[in-house]
């Protein structure tokens, strides 16, 4: 597992998302702190090329928005959950450590159940 440290948790504001590049890698993902929980998914939509950390995060329900075309994600997932996407889109699983956010870029869940 390569667990790559991304952010700290005080850098992220509850139903919020923040799009970051993961360091040494070339993969961007959008950062969302929903509780305790830290999800990682990446940062553009099965779609089109827009970045779903710039649509609304859905707490309660635990998905994103994208503010295209308004489809949305499941942030534990991936899944498509309406049209007009119907691929997921890849989640990485993250680690809390204290105050440090780690993504393990190594282990990505596609889910391709839809
Ligand atoms: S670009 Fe995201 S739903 Fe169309």
Redesign the pocket.
């Given at each position: 597992m390569t667990a790559v440290e991304v952010a700290t948790l005080d850098e992220l504001v509850e139903g919020e998302a923040l799009g970051i590049e993961i360091p040494g890698s070339e993969i961007e993902v959008a950062l969302v702190r929903i509780g305790e929980e830290v999800f990682a998914i990446t940062d553009e939509?099965s779609?089109?090329k827009?970045r779903l950390s710039e649509g609304d995060v859905e707490v309660e329900q635990c998905r994103i928005e994208?503010h295209?075309?308004?489809?949305r994600f499941d942030l534990r997932t991936g899944q498509a959950l309406n049209l007009?996407?119907t691929e997921p889109v890849p989640v990485y699983p993250t680690v809390i450590d204290g105050e440090r956010i780690l993504v393990d870029i190594d282990n990505p869940i596609n889910n391709q159940e839809n």
């Open positions: 939509c779609h089109g827009v994208c295209l075309h308004g489809s007009p996407a």
